[in-house]
């Protein structure tokens, strides 16, 4: 059974920093990619950052890109999102997401990720 698990969110104020992880277990990802999507209130679910398993290339949203480096340990099985300079709009909730192949279509499109962490909440405000 493959689980995703999110750790990491929190409240913090404008301008600050947060770390997200996510430990994929029960399958590995090689030939996959995983990544975040974020859901902000009231908003349809949002394609944040991917990463792909086996060469590292990555992919951000022009709106986290800079800002929200995503990264991969491969040996703990385990995808980061660091984000900096978070701002009120950045505040959603957050999910993991993985592939099992980066031929599977658009990495921004839900459609391709067959699996999802819970989500876990992220507030930034004042």
């Known amino acids: 059974q493959v689980q995703l698990v999110e750790s990491g969110g929190g409240s913090v104020k404008p301008g600050g920093s947060l770390e997200l992880s996510c430990v994929a277990s029960?399958?590995?990802?090689?030939?996959?990619?995983l990544g975040w999507f974020r859901q902000p209130p009231g908003k349809e679910r949002e394609f944040v950052a991917a990463?792909?398993?086996?060469?590292?290339?990555?992919y951000y949203h022009p709106s986290v890109e800079g800002r929200f480096p995503i990264s991969r340990d491969r040996a703990k099985n385990t995808v980061s999102l660091q984000m900096n300079s978070l701002q009120p709009e950045d505040t959603a909730v957050y999910y993991c997401?993985?592939?099992?192949?980066?031929?599977?279509?658009?990495?921004?499109?839900?459609?391709?990720?067959?699996?999802w962490g819970q989500g876990t909440q992220v507030t930034v405000s004042s």
């Open positions: 997401v993985a592939t099992t192949s980066i031929y599977a279509g658009n990495f921004f499109s839900t459609r391709i990720y067959e699996y």
């Open positions: 029960g399958r590995t990802f090689n030939g996959g990619a």
């Open positions: 990463i792909t398993w086996n060469s590292g290339t990555t």
